[in-house]
């Protein structure tokens, strides 16, 4: 046909405007381009003398109905593209007389229904597209006549679980795209059956856990994509014993806080792990990977990470290169390995691997600070983006605030409730547990839970505090008035003062001096939940003056004095 592009067995009558098949196509054609059409039907019999052709592609026409495609016998063809077209239903036997096809894209149509054998008589096909489409679940029965399926691509359909069993036929499935289908769940067994996956992507889903008992299942998996998932934590034991495992993906998670302790566990074959551009991504334990005996790339930039612990770097004896730039790196001690003489790892962009913390070495590039500089000890320092400011809860919703904090010892991590009391790691008390890494979870949260909780990361060298504001149904309570401090023990050098914690406290500041005339004035500021505070190193027989001043949230500060004679 004029207007048509032929090249030896191909022949392209792309973007012609048509509305049917051009005639007079050559008998010796393998590739028919019919791309960007008007047809909405084929007629009978049109296309019936191209007994060689292998590749037709009717993509982006007007075919609303299968039927309407009246194909007939191709037994050569390979490769059938029906994207962008306006189909809507797959009944029974849609594709008859195309037993030899191996590739079929439907994707980008309209689909809402396909009936259990739509997809009979192809028992060749290796990739089928049905991505992109107005699916709202999964059947298994559409399988069960594809045994040579290798790549299967199901992603953006309105899918919001894939349960037991889903795609058990498909034995030789090799790729599996669920991506952008709104999935928040994987049932344990939902990949039972794909005995030769090898690629698997969750990309952009809402799933808030890792399906990890589903990924016990599949036991050959080399590529994992689960990246932009709200996920906030990478457990513990999330990725275990995924034996053949190469590439894990977990980028782009706008929730994700902290790696726990042992969340990625017995990888013999890991080689690379992308972890980037994850805005709250402020923590890694420095237990978080274990038994990785072969991951050579370890990518970490643009994260909310203030340190890389010595002892993740080195639980991985093969690690050849790592990125951090784009964190707001700590320099004064964690990260001291960077500049060792001993570390045997590539900074990657080591240009742009900037200091955020101290003060003074502000925007120095990490590898010119001297390693002298660097400490061996540090104060922990709570990270501001793991801990929002406030949060708003309904009432039996779970909430989980997470804190976490780096420094050298390591921290210990409490949390004191608005009305005082502490919450310790591993001793669940009520509805409230507190986990080792530093996450509190309140089960259940009803107006009563609402308050000031606060958060305190310690070690040796001192604390760090930080609040956040849960409020329940617009609930918030205030602080009621009256503070009281007492003298508990009076001794010749020490006096022992106490007090009951208030509502929602802010800040507590005790000072102390002696009355006499040139006394000097001392002062603490006590991290929260503090009932009692030892005042030491006094003289004996002396009159002593102390005051608690505290703050509040949402009240006026208040203040209580005592006096008393060593």
């Not at 208030?502 to 603490?524: D, H, M």
């Amino acid at each position: 046909p004029r207007s048509a592009y032929r090249d030896a067995a191909t022949v392209d009558c792309n973007d012609l405007l048509a509305a049917a098949v051009p005639r007079g196509l050559p008998r010796a054609t393998h590739t028919l381009l019919l791309q960007g059409n008007g047809i909405a039907r084929l007629e009978r019999g049109a296309l019936g003398h191209l007994r060689n052709l292998s590749e037709l592609d009717l993509s982006q026409n007007s075919f609303a109905r299968v039927r309407d495609l009246a194909l007939g016998d191709l037994p050569r063809l390979l490769s059938l593209h029906l994207e962008e077209n306006q189909l809507a239903e797959l009944p029974d036997c849609s594709f008859p007389g195309l037993g030899g096809l191996q590739e079929l894209y439907l994707n980008h149509n309209q689909l809402r229904r396909i009936s259990p054998r739509a997809f009979a008589g192809l028992g060749s096909l290796l990739r089928l597209h049905l991505n992109s489409n107005l699916l709202r679940a999964v059947d298994s029965r559409w399988f069960q006549a594809l045994p040579s399926l290798e790549i299967l691509m199901m992603g953006g359909n309105k899918v919001d679980a894939i349960v037991d069993m889903n795609f058990r036929p498909l034995c030789n499935l090799r790729s599996l795209v669920l991506a952008g289908m709104g999935l928040r769940d994987v049932s344990d067994y939902a990949l039972e059956g794909l005995r030769s996956l090898e690629s698997l992507s969750f990309y952009d889903n809402r799933l808030a856990d890792v399906p990890k008992r589903a990924l016990q299942r599949v036991p050959g998996l080399k590529f994992l994509d689960l990246n932009k998932n709200p996920l906030q934590r990478v457990k513990q034991s999330d990725f275990v014993n995924m034996l053949h495992l190469k590439e894990l993906g977990l980028n782009n998670m706008e929730e994700l806080v902290s790696v726990d302790k042992f969340a990625l566990i017995n990888l013999p074959e890991l080689t690379k792990l992308d972890m980037t551009n994850n805005p709250k991504l402020s923590f890694i334990h420095p237990s978080a990977f274990h038994r990785l005996p072969r991951m050579e790339t370890l990518m970490l930039n643009n994260n909310a990470l203030s340190a890389l612990h010595k002892q993740t770097v080195e639980s991985l004896p093969n690690l050849q290169e790592i990125s951090i730039h784009g964190n707001p790196i700590r320099c004064d001690c964690v990260v001291r390995w960077v500049n060792s003489s001993e570390s045997r790892v590539r900074l990657m962009e080591p240009q742009s691997t900037l200091c955020a913390e101290p003060p003074e070495l502000e925007r120095r590039h990490v590898r010119d600070v001297p390693f002298r500089d660097m400490t061996d000890r540090c104060l922990p320092l709570i990270s501001a983006k793991s801990l929002p400011a406030r949060l708003e809860a309904a009432p039996g919703e779970d909430v989980a605030l997470h804190c976490r904090a780096l420094a050298e010892p390591e921290p210990e991590i409490y949390w004191v409730t608005p009305w005082g009391a502490k919450l310790v790691p591993t001793v669940e008390d009520g509805r409230y547990r507190v986990h080792p890494e530093g996450t509190l979870e309140i089960r259940g949260v009803t107006a009563r839970d609402a308050g000031l909780y606060a958060c305190v990361a310690h070690n040796l060298l001192g604390a760090d505090t930080r609040s956040v504001s849960v409020t329940v149904n617009s609930s918030f309570p205030l602080s009621e008035a009256g503070l009281e401090l007492a003298v508990l023990e009076v001794q010749p050098y020490r006096i022992l003062v106490a007090w009951e914690p208030q509502l929602n406290t802010v800040s507590c500041n005790l000072t102390w001096s002696s009355l006499a005339p040139a006394g000097t004035r001392a002062a603490a500021r006590l991290p929260a939940g503090t009932r009692a505070y030892n005042i030491t190193r006094l003289q004996p027989d002396t009159a002593y003056w102390a005051c608690l001043r505290v703050a509040f949230l949402a009240s006026p500060p208040r203040a209580a004095c005592v006096s008393a004679r060593t």
